[in-house]
């Protein structure tokens, strides 16, 4: 059965999901302007390493969504063009941190490296798996050696931005006294609901009957319903309104915690709605987590940009396409 909440789309999504574990290919030497996309202080981007680089992402997102998607029109631009926009910027954020970790004398030694290209290998699931996966990174130019550098690049990028974090009061003192100010901005109207889901009226008016009767819900749930949630008892957790198709959300949100509903049609059949718990406000803990990222990630932002102002950057676009 299809899910009875909305759904939408974004392929945005697939960018920022991606771990871009692929980082530079700087040099001071001169080169051709043609075989460089970008400059950072001294240093440039090459040419080869970014397609290198553009050429796993490609290959990762046509592994789940097929190759069509890069004609795909984004308001202007395709989603390829989005995407090799996208991979230079960061490329060029991951430069600029080096140069900037450099300047601070923070190091990463080569025995993080092998850990973390171990525990990267170690994901691949056997040896088999991995000799596969390095065996088609050889198809796109990338080897091992290039790919342990571009991990040390990696471990550069997470250590700048741990330093961040470490110089910011994310105390539970303080997020909670965020929160207590902020307290408007996590009013919300969500409901838990149970429900039970057949396919004839008859059916779910005889289930009715038992539930007023006094039987258990959730065992009326797991041997009769045909969502999924069966498997729950019936328990579709909380949501807010929009989330279901209207005529269940219409009786959803008018219902009394405990009380059960008569039998409702909707397009999935006919269903037997019980109001599980009913919560205006986010509790602190279910936050916790969204509050501190909204101060770190504003804070890396914010240092992301101190470090670029301080190196001349240059884009060469004309030459990623």
């Not at 090459?46 to 997102?61: G, M, R």
């Amino acid at each position: 059965m299809k899910s009875i909440r909305t759904k939408r789309k974004t392929f945005f999504a697939i960018l920022l999901s991606l771990t871009l574990i692929f980082a530079l290919g700087c040099t001071k030497e001169k080169v051709n302007e043609k075989d460089i996309v970008a400059k950072v202080g001294d240093k440039v981007i090459s040419k080869d390493v970014y397609n290198k680089k553009l050429a796993f992402i490609k290959k990762t997102v046509e592994s789940q969504y097929g190759d069509k998607i890069w004609s795909m029109d984004m308001g202007g631009k395709t989603y390829l063009q989005i995407v090799q926009e996208k991979v230079l910027d960061q490329m060029i954020d991951e430069q600029a941190i080096m140069e900037y970790m450099k300047k601070e004398k923070i190091k990463v030694d080569d025995k993080e490296v092998e850990k973390q290209y171990k525990a990267y290998m170690d994901s691949m699931k056997g040896q088999e798996a991995a000799e596969k996966f390095l065996k088609e990174l050889k198809e796109l130019g990338i080897d091992e050696t290039f790919l342990k550098e571009q991990m040390k690049t990696d471990l550069y990028v997470s250590k700048f931005q741990e330093n961040i974090v470490k110089g910011l009061d994310l105390t539970d003192e303080t997020l909670k006294k965020y929160y207590d100010e902020h307290i408007e901005e996590y009013k919300t109207e969500q409901v838990k609901a149970s429900h039970i889901l057949v396919e004839k009226e008859e059916k779910a008016k005889e289930l009715l009957k038992k539930v007023k009767n006094g039987e258990d819900f959730a065992k009326l749930a797991k041997e009769n319903s045909t969502c999924p949630s069966k498997e729950k008892g019936g328990d579709l957790g909380y949501f807010a309104r929009g989330q279901m198709v209207p005529e269940f959300d219409q009786v959803a949100f008018s219902l009394k915690v405990g009380e059960v509903s008569d039998v409702v049609k909707t397009q999935f059949g006919y269903h037997i709605i019980k109001l599980m718990d009913k919560k205006e406000i986010l509790k602190f803990q279910e936050v916790r987590e969204e509050i501190e990222r909204g101060i770190v990630e504003p804070a890396i932002m914010r240092k992301m940009d101190e470090v670029k102002k301080s190196i001349k950057v240059e884009k060469f676009l004309e030459n990623i396409k």
